[in-house]
């Protein structure tokens, strides 16, 4: 776990302007600020280096018409039920928490009940999870720019270990399937 990091006033200027206009040039900044261009340059490559700052490309989660589930859950080992869904393309990041939940997940799909599926035949089930709240995120307040892959490598077993062939949300039409295994009707991953 990174220690606390400390900025100045000129590094949260900095900050405050980034996340107004990303696309801020150093020149720009530099103005705004009251550093040279070389300054802003070294300031910003110092806090990317400590990881404070990241530029991502993405899919802004306001303007993208796509549904979001926060899955809330009380776990034997959370490390490991992330593990799970690393590789899956539906998996958006998955948080360890404090308090009666110790994890938290988040899925984006194009419909509820492909999200649905995810939660009925990968989380559910397995006998480390205790207890689970699942929410759908309704809209996002606020720009939410969250890294999708949209290209996933195909592959015959799906990262999830399950068979889509064989299973009931799938096979009824209530799923849109895993892109990785090619059993995939929905529009966003090809």
């Keep these: 776990m990174t220690g606390v990091f400390e900025l100045d006033e000129k590094d949260k200027k900095i900050l405050e302007i980034l996340e107004n206009d ?21 300031r910003i490559k110092r806090m990317k280096e400590m990881g404070i700052v990241s530029h ?8 993208a018409g796509l ?3 926060k899955v809330d859950i009380k776990c034997r080992y959370p490390r490991e039920l992330i593990k799970v869904f690393e590789k899956c ?14 994890l938290s997940l988040m899925f984006i799909g ?3 009940s492909t ?37 996933v490598n195909r592959d015959e077993d799906p990262p999830c270990n399950s068979n ?3 299973c009931d949300y799938y096979e009824n039409n209530l799923c849109l399937g895993c892109p990785v295994t090619g059993y995939y009707r929905g529009k966003i991953w090809k």
């Design 22 to 42: 990303p696309d801020a040039s150093q020149n720009e900044i530099a103005k705004v600020v009251g550093l040279s261009q070389p300054s802003v340059g070294a």
């Design 56 to 63: 991502t490309y993405g899919i802004n989660l306001k303007n």
């Design 67 to 69: 549904y979001v589930l």
């Design 89 to 102: 393309p539906f998996f958006l990041n998955g948080y360890i928490v404090a308090g009666n939940k110790n």
């Design 110 to 112: 194009e419909d509820l």
């Design 115 to 151: 999200l649905e599926a995810i939660v009925d035949q990968h989380i559910r089930p397995n006998p480390d999870v205790h207890d689970l709240e699942v929410g759908i995120i309704v809209r996002a307040e606020k720009d939410t720019v969250v890294p999708i892959k949209v290209f």
């Design 164 to 166: 889509c062939m064989n």
